[in-house]
């Protein structure tokens, strides 16, 4: 069957389950995932026979959508900070808010303008820790995570980038303990609470990572006073801690750090959302 037919297939097979743009541009990235054409090339070729081997790929493909799993999934890839990072069921994909906490990392950095030590706690496909170092390569990054399977994209992205990091697999809830002193943490926490998985879409609660998303309804904060907790102890003098958060916890959050003795203010994202913190101790 043609590139072109097949993609009326795909069409009809999931009309049901995808909004027509976001069919469209679906069908686009499956068929260049299997493919190997862009867009252009796709119109071109439009009467290109797939082989038997594509064929398949593509009807098992339609089954993961049609269930709900996120392209990348599919694909094995996501795009963050204009870098192509590769993704599995046991990272989250990379989302456009914590790009806006990369930038606003970076930019701090910047203005300090000297090497500085950086770790990212929960760093799971790698994303922040490697853009980071990328954007400043005197900088020391370190990231860290629980689960051996995300350290393992993570270092797999890193590699591929170039960019020269360490890893340490931890469980940041139960260690009293990090290897040095940072100027900077950064942290995208699981900070979604169990009871709000009802609302969430079937892609997100169904196939990204339980672990990477949801903390207990009682203790919805609990890696952000963690994490304050830990830089009492391992952040340098005027060191700094970034945050990305739930838009809902921004006047917790505020309490919170004050009442462990930080200065911490609220950045909004895009959209105007309180969806990031910065940190640092009173002096
Ligand atoms: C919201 S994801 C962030 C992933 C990535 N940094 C990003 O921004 O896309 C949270 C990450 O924290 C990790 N994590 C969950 N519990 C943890 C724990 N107790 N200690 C260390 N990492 C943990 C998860 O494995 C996951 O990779």
Same mark, same amino acid.
């Given at each position: 069957?043609?590139?072109?037919?097949?993609?009326?297939?795909?069409?009809?097979?999931?009309?049901?389950?995808?909004?027509?743009?976001?069919?469209?541009?679906?069908?686009?990235?499956?068929?260049?995932?299997?493919?190997?054409?862009?867009?252009?090339?796709?119109?071109?070729?439009?009467?290109?026979?797939?082989?038997?081997?594509?064929?398949?790929?593509?009807?098992?493909?339609?089954?993961?959508?049609?269930?709900?799993?996120?392209?990348?999934?599919?694909?094995?890839? /996501?795009? *963050?900070?204009? !870098? =192509?990072?590769?993704?599995?069921?046991?990272?989250? +994909?990379? #989302?456009?808010?914590?790009?806006? &906490?990369?930038?606003?990392?970076?930019?701090?950095?910047?203005?300090?303008?000297?090497?500085?030590?950086?770790?990212?706690?929960?760093?799971?496909?790698?994303?922040?820790?490697?853009?980071?170092?990328?954007?400043?390569?005197?900088?020391?990054?370190?990231?860290?995570?629980?689960?051996?399977?995300?350290?393992?994209?993570?270092?797999?992205?890193?590699?591929?980038?170039?960019?020269?990091?360490?890893?340490?697999?931890?469980?940041?809830?139960?260690?009293?303990?990090?290897?040095?002193?940072?100027?900077?943490?950064?942290?995208?926490?699981?900070?979604?609470?169990?009871?709000?998985?009802?609302?969430?879409?079937?892609?997100?609660?169904?196939?990204?990572?339980?672990? /990477?998303? *949801?903390?207990? !309804? =009682?203790?919805?904060?609990?890696?952000?006073?963690? +994490?304050? #907790?830990?830089?009492?102890?391992? &952040?340098?003098?005027?060191?700094?801690?970034?945050?990305?958060?739930?838009?809902?916890?921004?006047?917790?959050?505020?309490?919170?750090?004050?009442?462990?003795?930080?200065?911490?203010?609220?950045?909004?994202?895009?959209?105007?959302?309180?969806?990031?913190?910065?940190?640092?101790?009173?002096?």
């Amino acid at each position: 069957m043609s590139l072109q037919d097949q993609k009326q297939i795909i069409k009809q097979a999931l009309k049901e389950v995808y909004e027509p743009i976001e069919l469209n541009s679906l069908i686009a990235i499956l068929m260049e995932h299997i493919t190997g054409y862009n867009q252009i090339q796709q119109a071109v070729n439009k009467a290109q026979l797939l082989d038997k081997k594509q064929e398949t790929q593509l009807t098992k493909a339609i089954e993961l959508l049609k269930l709900g799993m996120p392209i990348q999934y599919i694909t094995g890839k /996501a795009w *963050f900070m204009g !870098n =192509e990072i590769m993704v599995n069921e046991n990272v989250l +994909i990379p #989302r456009p808010e914590t790009e806006e &906490l990369v930038e606003w990392v970076i930019e701090y950095a910047n203005i300090i303008n000297k090497p500085l030590q950086i770790l990212d706690i929960g760093t799971g496909s790698g994303c922040i820790a490697t853009s980071v170092k990328l954007a400043l390569p005197n900088c020391m990054v370190a990231g860290l995570d629980i689960s051996e399977a995300a350290l393992s994209i993570a270092i797999q992205n890193a590699n591929k980038l170039q960019a020269d990091i360490s890893w340490m697999q931890e469980n940041i809830l139960d260690t009293a303990y990090l290897p040095n002193k940072f100027d900077i943490i950064i942290s995208n926490p699981p900070y979604i609470p169990f009871k709000e998985n009802i609302n969430m879409q079937v892609q997100v609660k169904n196939f990204e990572p339980n672990i /990477a998303l *949801f903390v207990t !309804n =009682e203790d919805p904060l609990i890696f952000y006073r963690t +994490i304050a #907790r830990l830089g009492k102890q391992y &952040l340098n003098p005027n060191g700094q801690l970034f945050f990305e958060m739930h838009y809902d916890q921004g006047k917790a959050l505020l309490a919170l750090f004050d009442e462990m003795g930080y200065h911490a203010e609220l950045k909004q994202d895009m959209f105007g959302k309180d969806r990031m913190l910065r940190a640092s101790l009173k002096k």
